[in-house]
């Protein structure tokens, strides 16, 4: 019990062999200690020396010999102290610590995702695209969004431009021939290898994929990483000489 204590206070299995054989015998001398205890001489004179710091023992020198004593138990009270005040000190450091953590997870935006379905859903996320005025980058496999919203999608351009909202759009070959030149968009056509069946769409930190079903479904995803990764294939396919 009284082992267990000691080391909460902080002591070595050594400091407290060497401090209770000075509590028990009063007073002695580095090699006595070390056969009375059975410690290694090295062990013992790192356990007197962490002692005497600790303010457990003292010493006297007789004939050029330190003679070591433990100092009355009342001044463990000391390092009992000085362990509140370090707890006191690790639970402010602690407590801060934790505080910037929660401000740090604070301005970390989760991620988001949201699904739309028919061409009502669809049509509040191309509202959105206009709302967030970044430049857009658009990879399809067809013009689906012009063949299923009509008089919609020529007032969209219109309201783009409007906007000064740039659009890159990765086609297949197949509709260079079919597709209008409009201002601020610009144009790359690639082999249907290349394309998906799902229309991918990139604007600010949003992604979109778009399934061109009878009852389209689009899944939004709001992600910085999943929109850079997107937007790297993206370039990758512009800057690519398969046109």
Request: proline share 4%; aromatic share 10%.
């Amino acid at each position: 019990m009284i082992e267990e204590s000691l080391s909460k206070l902080g002591f070595s299995p050594s400091e407290v062999k060497v401090y209770l054989h000075l509590v028990k015998a009063g007073s002695s001398y580095a090699n006595r200690i070390s056969a009375d205890t059975k410690l290694n001489r090295t062990n013992v004179y790192e356990a007197l020396d962490r002692l005497v710091s600790k303010g457990a023992i003292s010493f006297i020198s007789k004939n050029k010999v330190k003679w070591f004593e433990a100092n009355k138990p009342e001044k463990l009270i000391s390092l009992l102290d000085e362990k509140e005040d370090e707890l006191k000190k690790s639970r402010k450091e602690l407590f801060s610590a934790i505080l910037s953590l929660k401000n740090i997870s604070a301005q970390a935006k989760p991620l988001e995702a949201s699904v739309f379905t028919g061409k009502k859903g669809l049509r509040m996320l191309f509202e959105d695209i206009l709302e967030t005025k970044k430049p857009i980058y658009l990879i399809a496999a067809n013009l689906q969004f012009k063949e299923i919203f009509g008089p919609y999608f020529e007032l969209w351009h219109k309201k783009r431009i409007e906007r000064k909202i740039p659009q890159k759009t990765i086609l297949p070959k197949k509709l260079k021939n079919k597709v209008e030149k409009r201002e601020l968009l610009e144009y790359k056509f690639i082999d249907d290898k290349y394309t998906s069946p799902t229309t991918t769409i990139v604007y600010g930190e949003n992604c979109l994929l778009i399934q061109w079903d009878k009852e389209p479904v689009a899944i939004k995803i709001s992600s910085k990483q999943i929109s850079k990764s997107n937007l790297n294939y993206f370039n990758i396919l512009w800057a690519s000489e398969i046109r």
